[in-house]
C-alpha cells in the first residue's frame, strides 16, 4: 500500500501472516511517542495527550494507530519513524479515510462520548 494515497493511513495491529502484533499495549506506545507532534509544535502538558496527527483506535477489535498526511508535512522524519515502525515489524497497512475528517458542532479534541 503506499501510504501517500489517501489523508491519513492505519498501522493494523496484525502482522503480515495474521498474526496478533505484541505487546498489546503497542499502539498507545507509539501515539504516546509522536504525542509531541502536533499543530503548533509541542507545549507544556503535550505529552498528557495523544496528537491528533497520530493516534491510537481499535478497529473490528483490533488495535491500530491512524497517522494522518499532516504529519508528513509537518515533520518528515516523524512521518518516516510511523511509516518504518510498520515495516519493520511486518504490521499490515490500510489506507484511512481519503477526506478530511469533520468535527462535530461543539466536540472537542479528545473529548469522550457519553456512556
Known amino acids: 500500500m503506499h501510504v501517500d494515497a489517501a489523508n491519513e493511513f492505519l498501522i493494523v495491529g496484525q ?3 495474521g498474526r496478533t502484533f505484541r505487546p498489546s499495549d503497542w499502539s498507545e506506545r ?3 511517542v509522536m504525542s509531541p507532534f ?6 507544556p502538558g503535550s505529552h498528557l495527550g495523544y496528537s491528533p496527527w497520530c493516534h491510537p483506535v481499535v ?3 483490533v488495535k491500530c494507530v491512524v497517522v494522518h498526511h499532516a504529519l508528513r508535512d509537518h515533520d518528515v522524519l516523524a512521518w518516516d ?4 515502525f510498520a515495516r519493520d515489524n511486518q504490521l499490515r497497512v490500510e489506507p484511512g479515510r481519503a477526506a478530511e475528517r469533520t468535527r462535530v458542532a461543539g466536540a472537542t479534541e479528545g473529548a469522550k462520548k457519553p456512556p
Do not use: S
Open 15 to 17: 502482522t503480515l501472516d
Open 30 to 32: 507509539l501515539a504516546g
Open 38 to 43: 502536533r499543530p503548533g509544535g509541542p507545549r
Open 59 to 61: 478497529r473490528n477489535g
Open 81 to 84: 519513524f510511523c511509516v518504518n
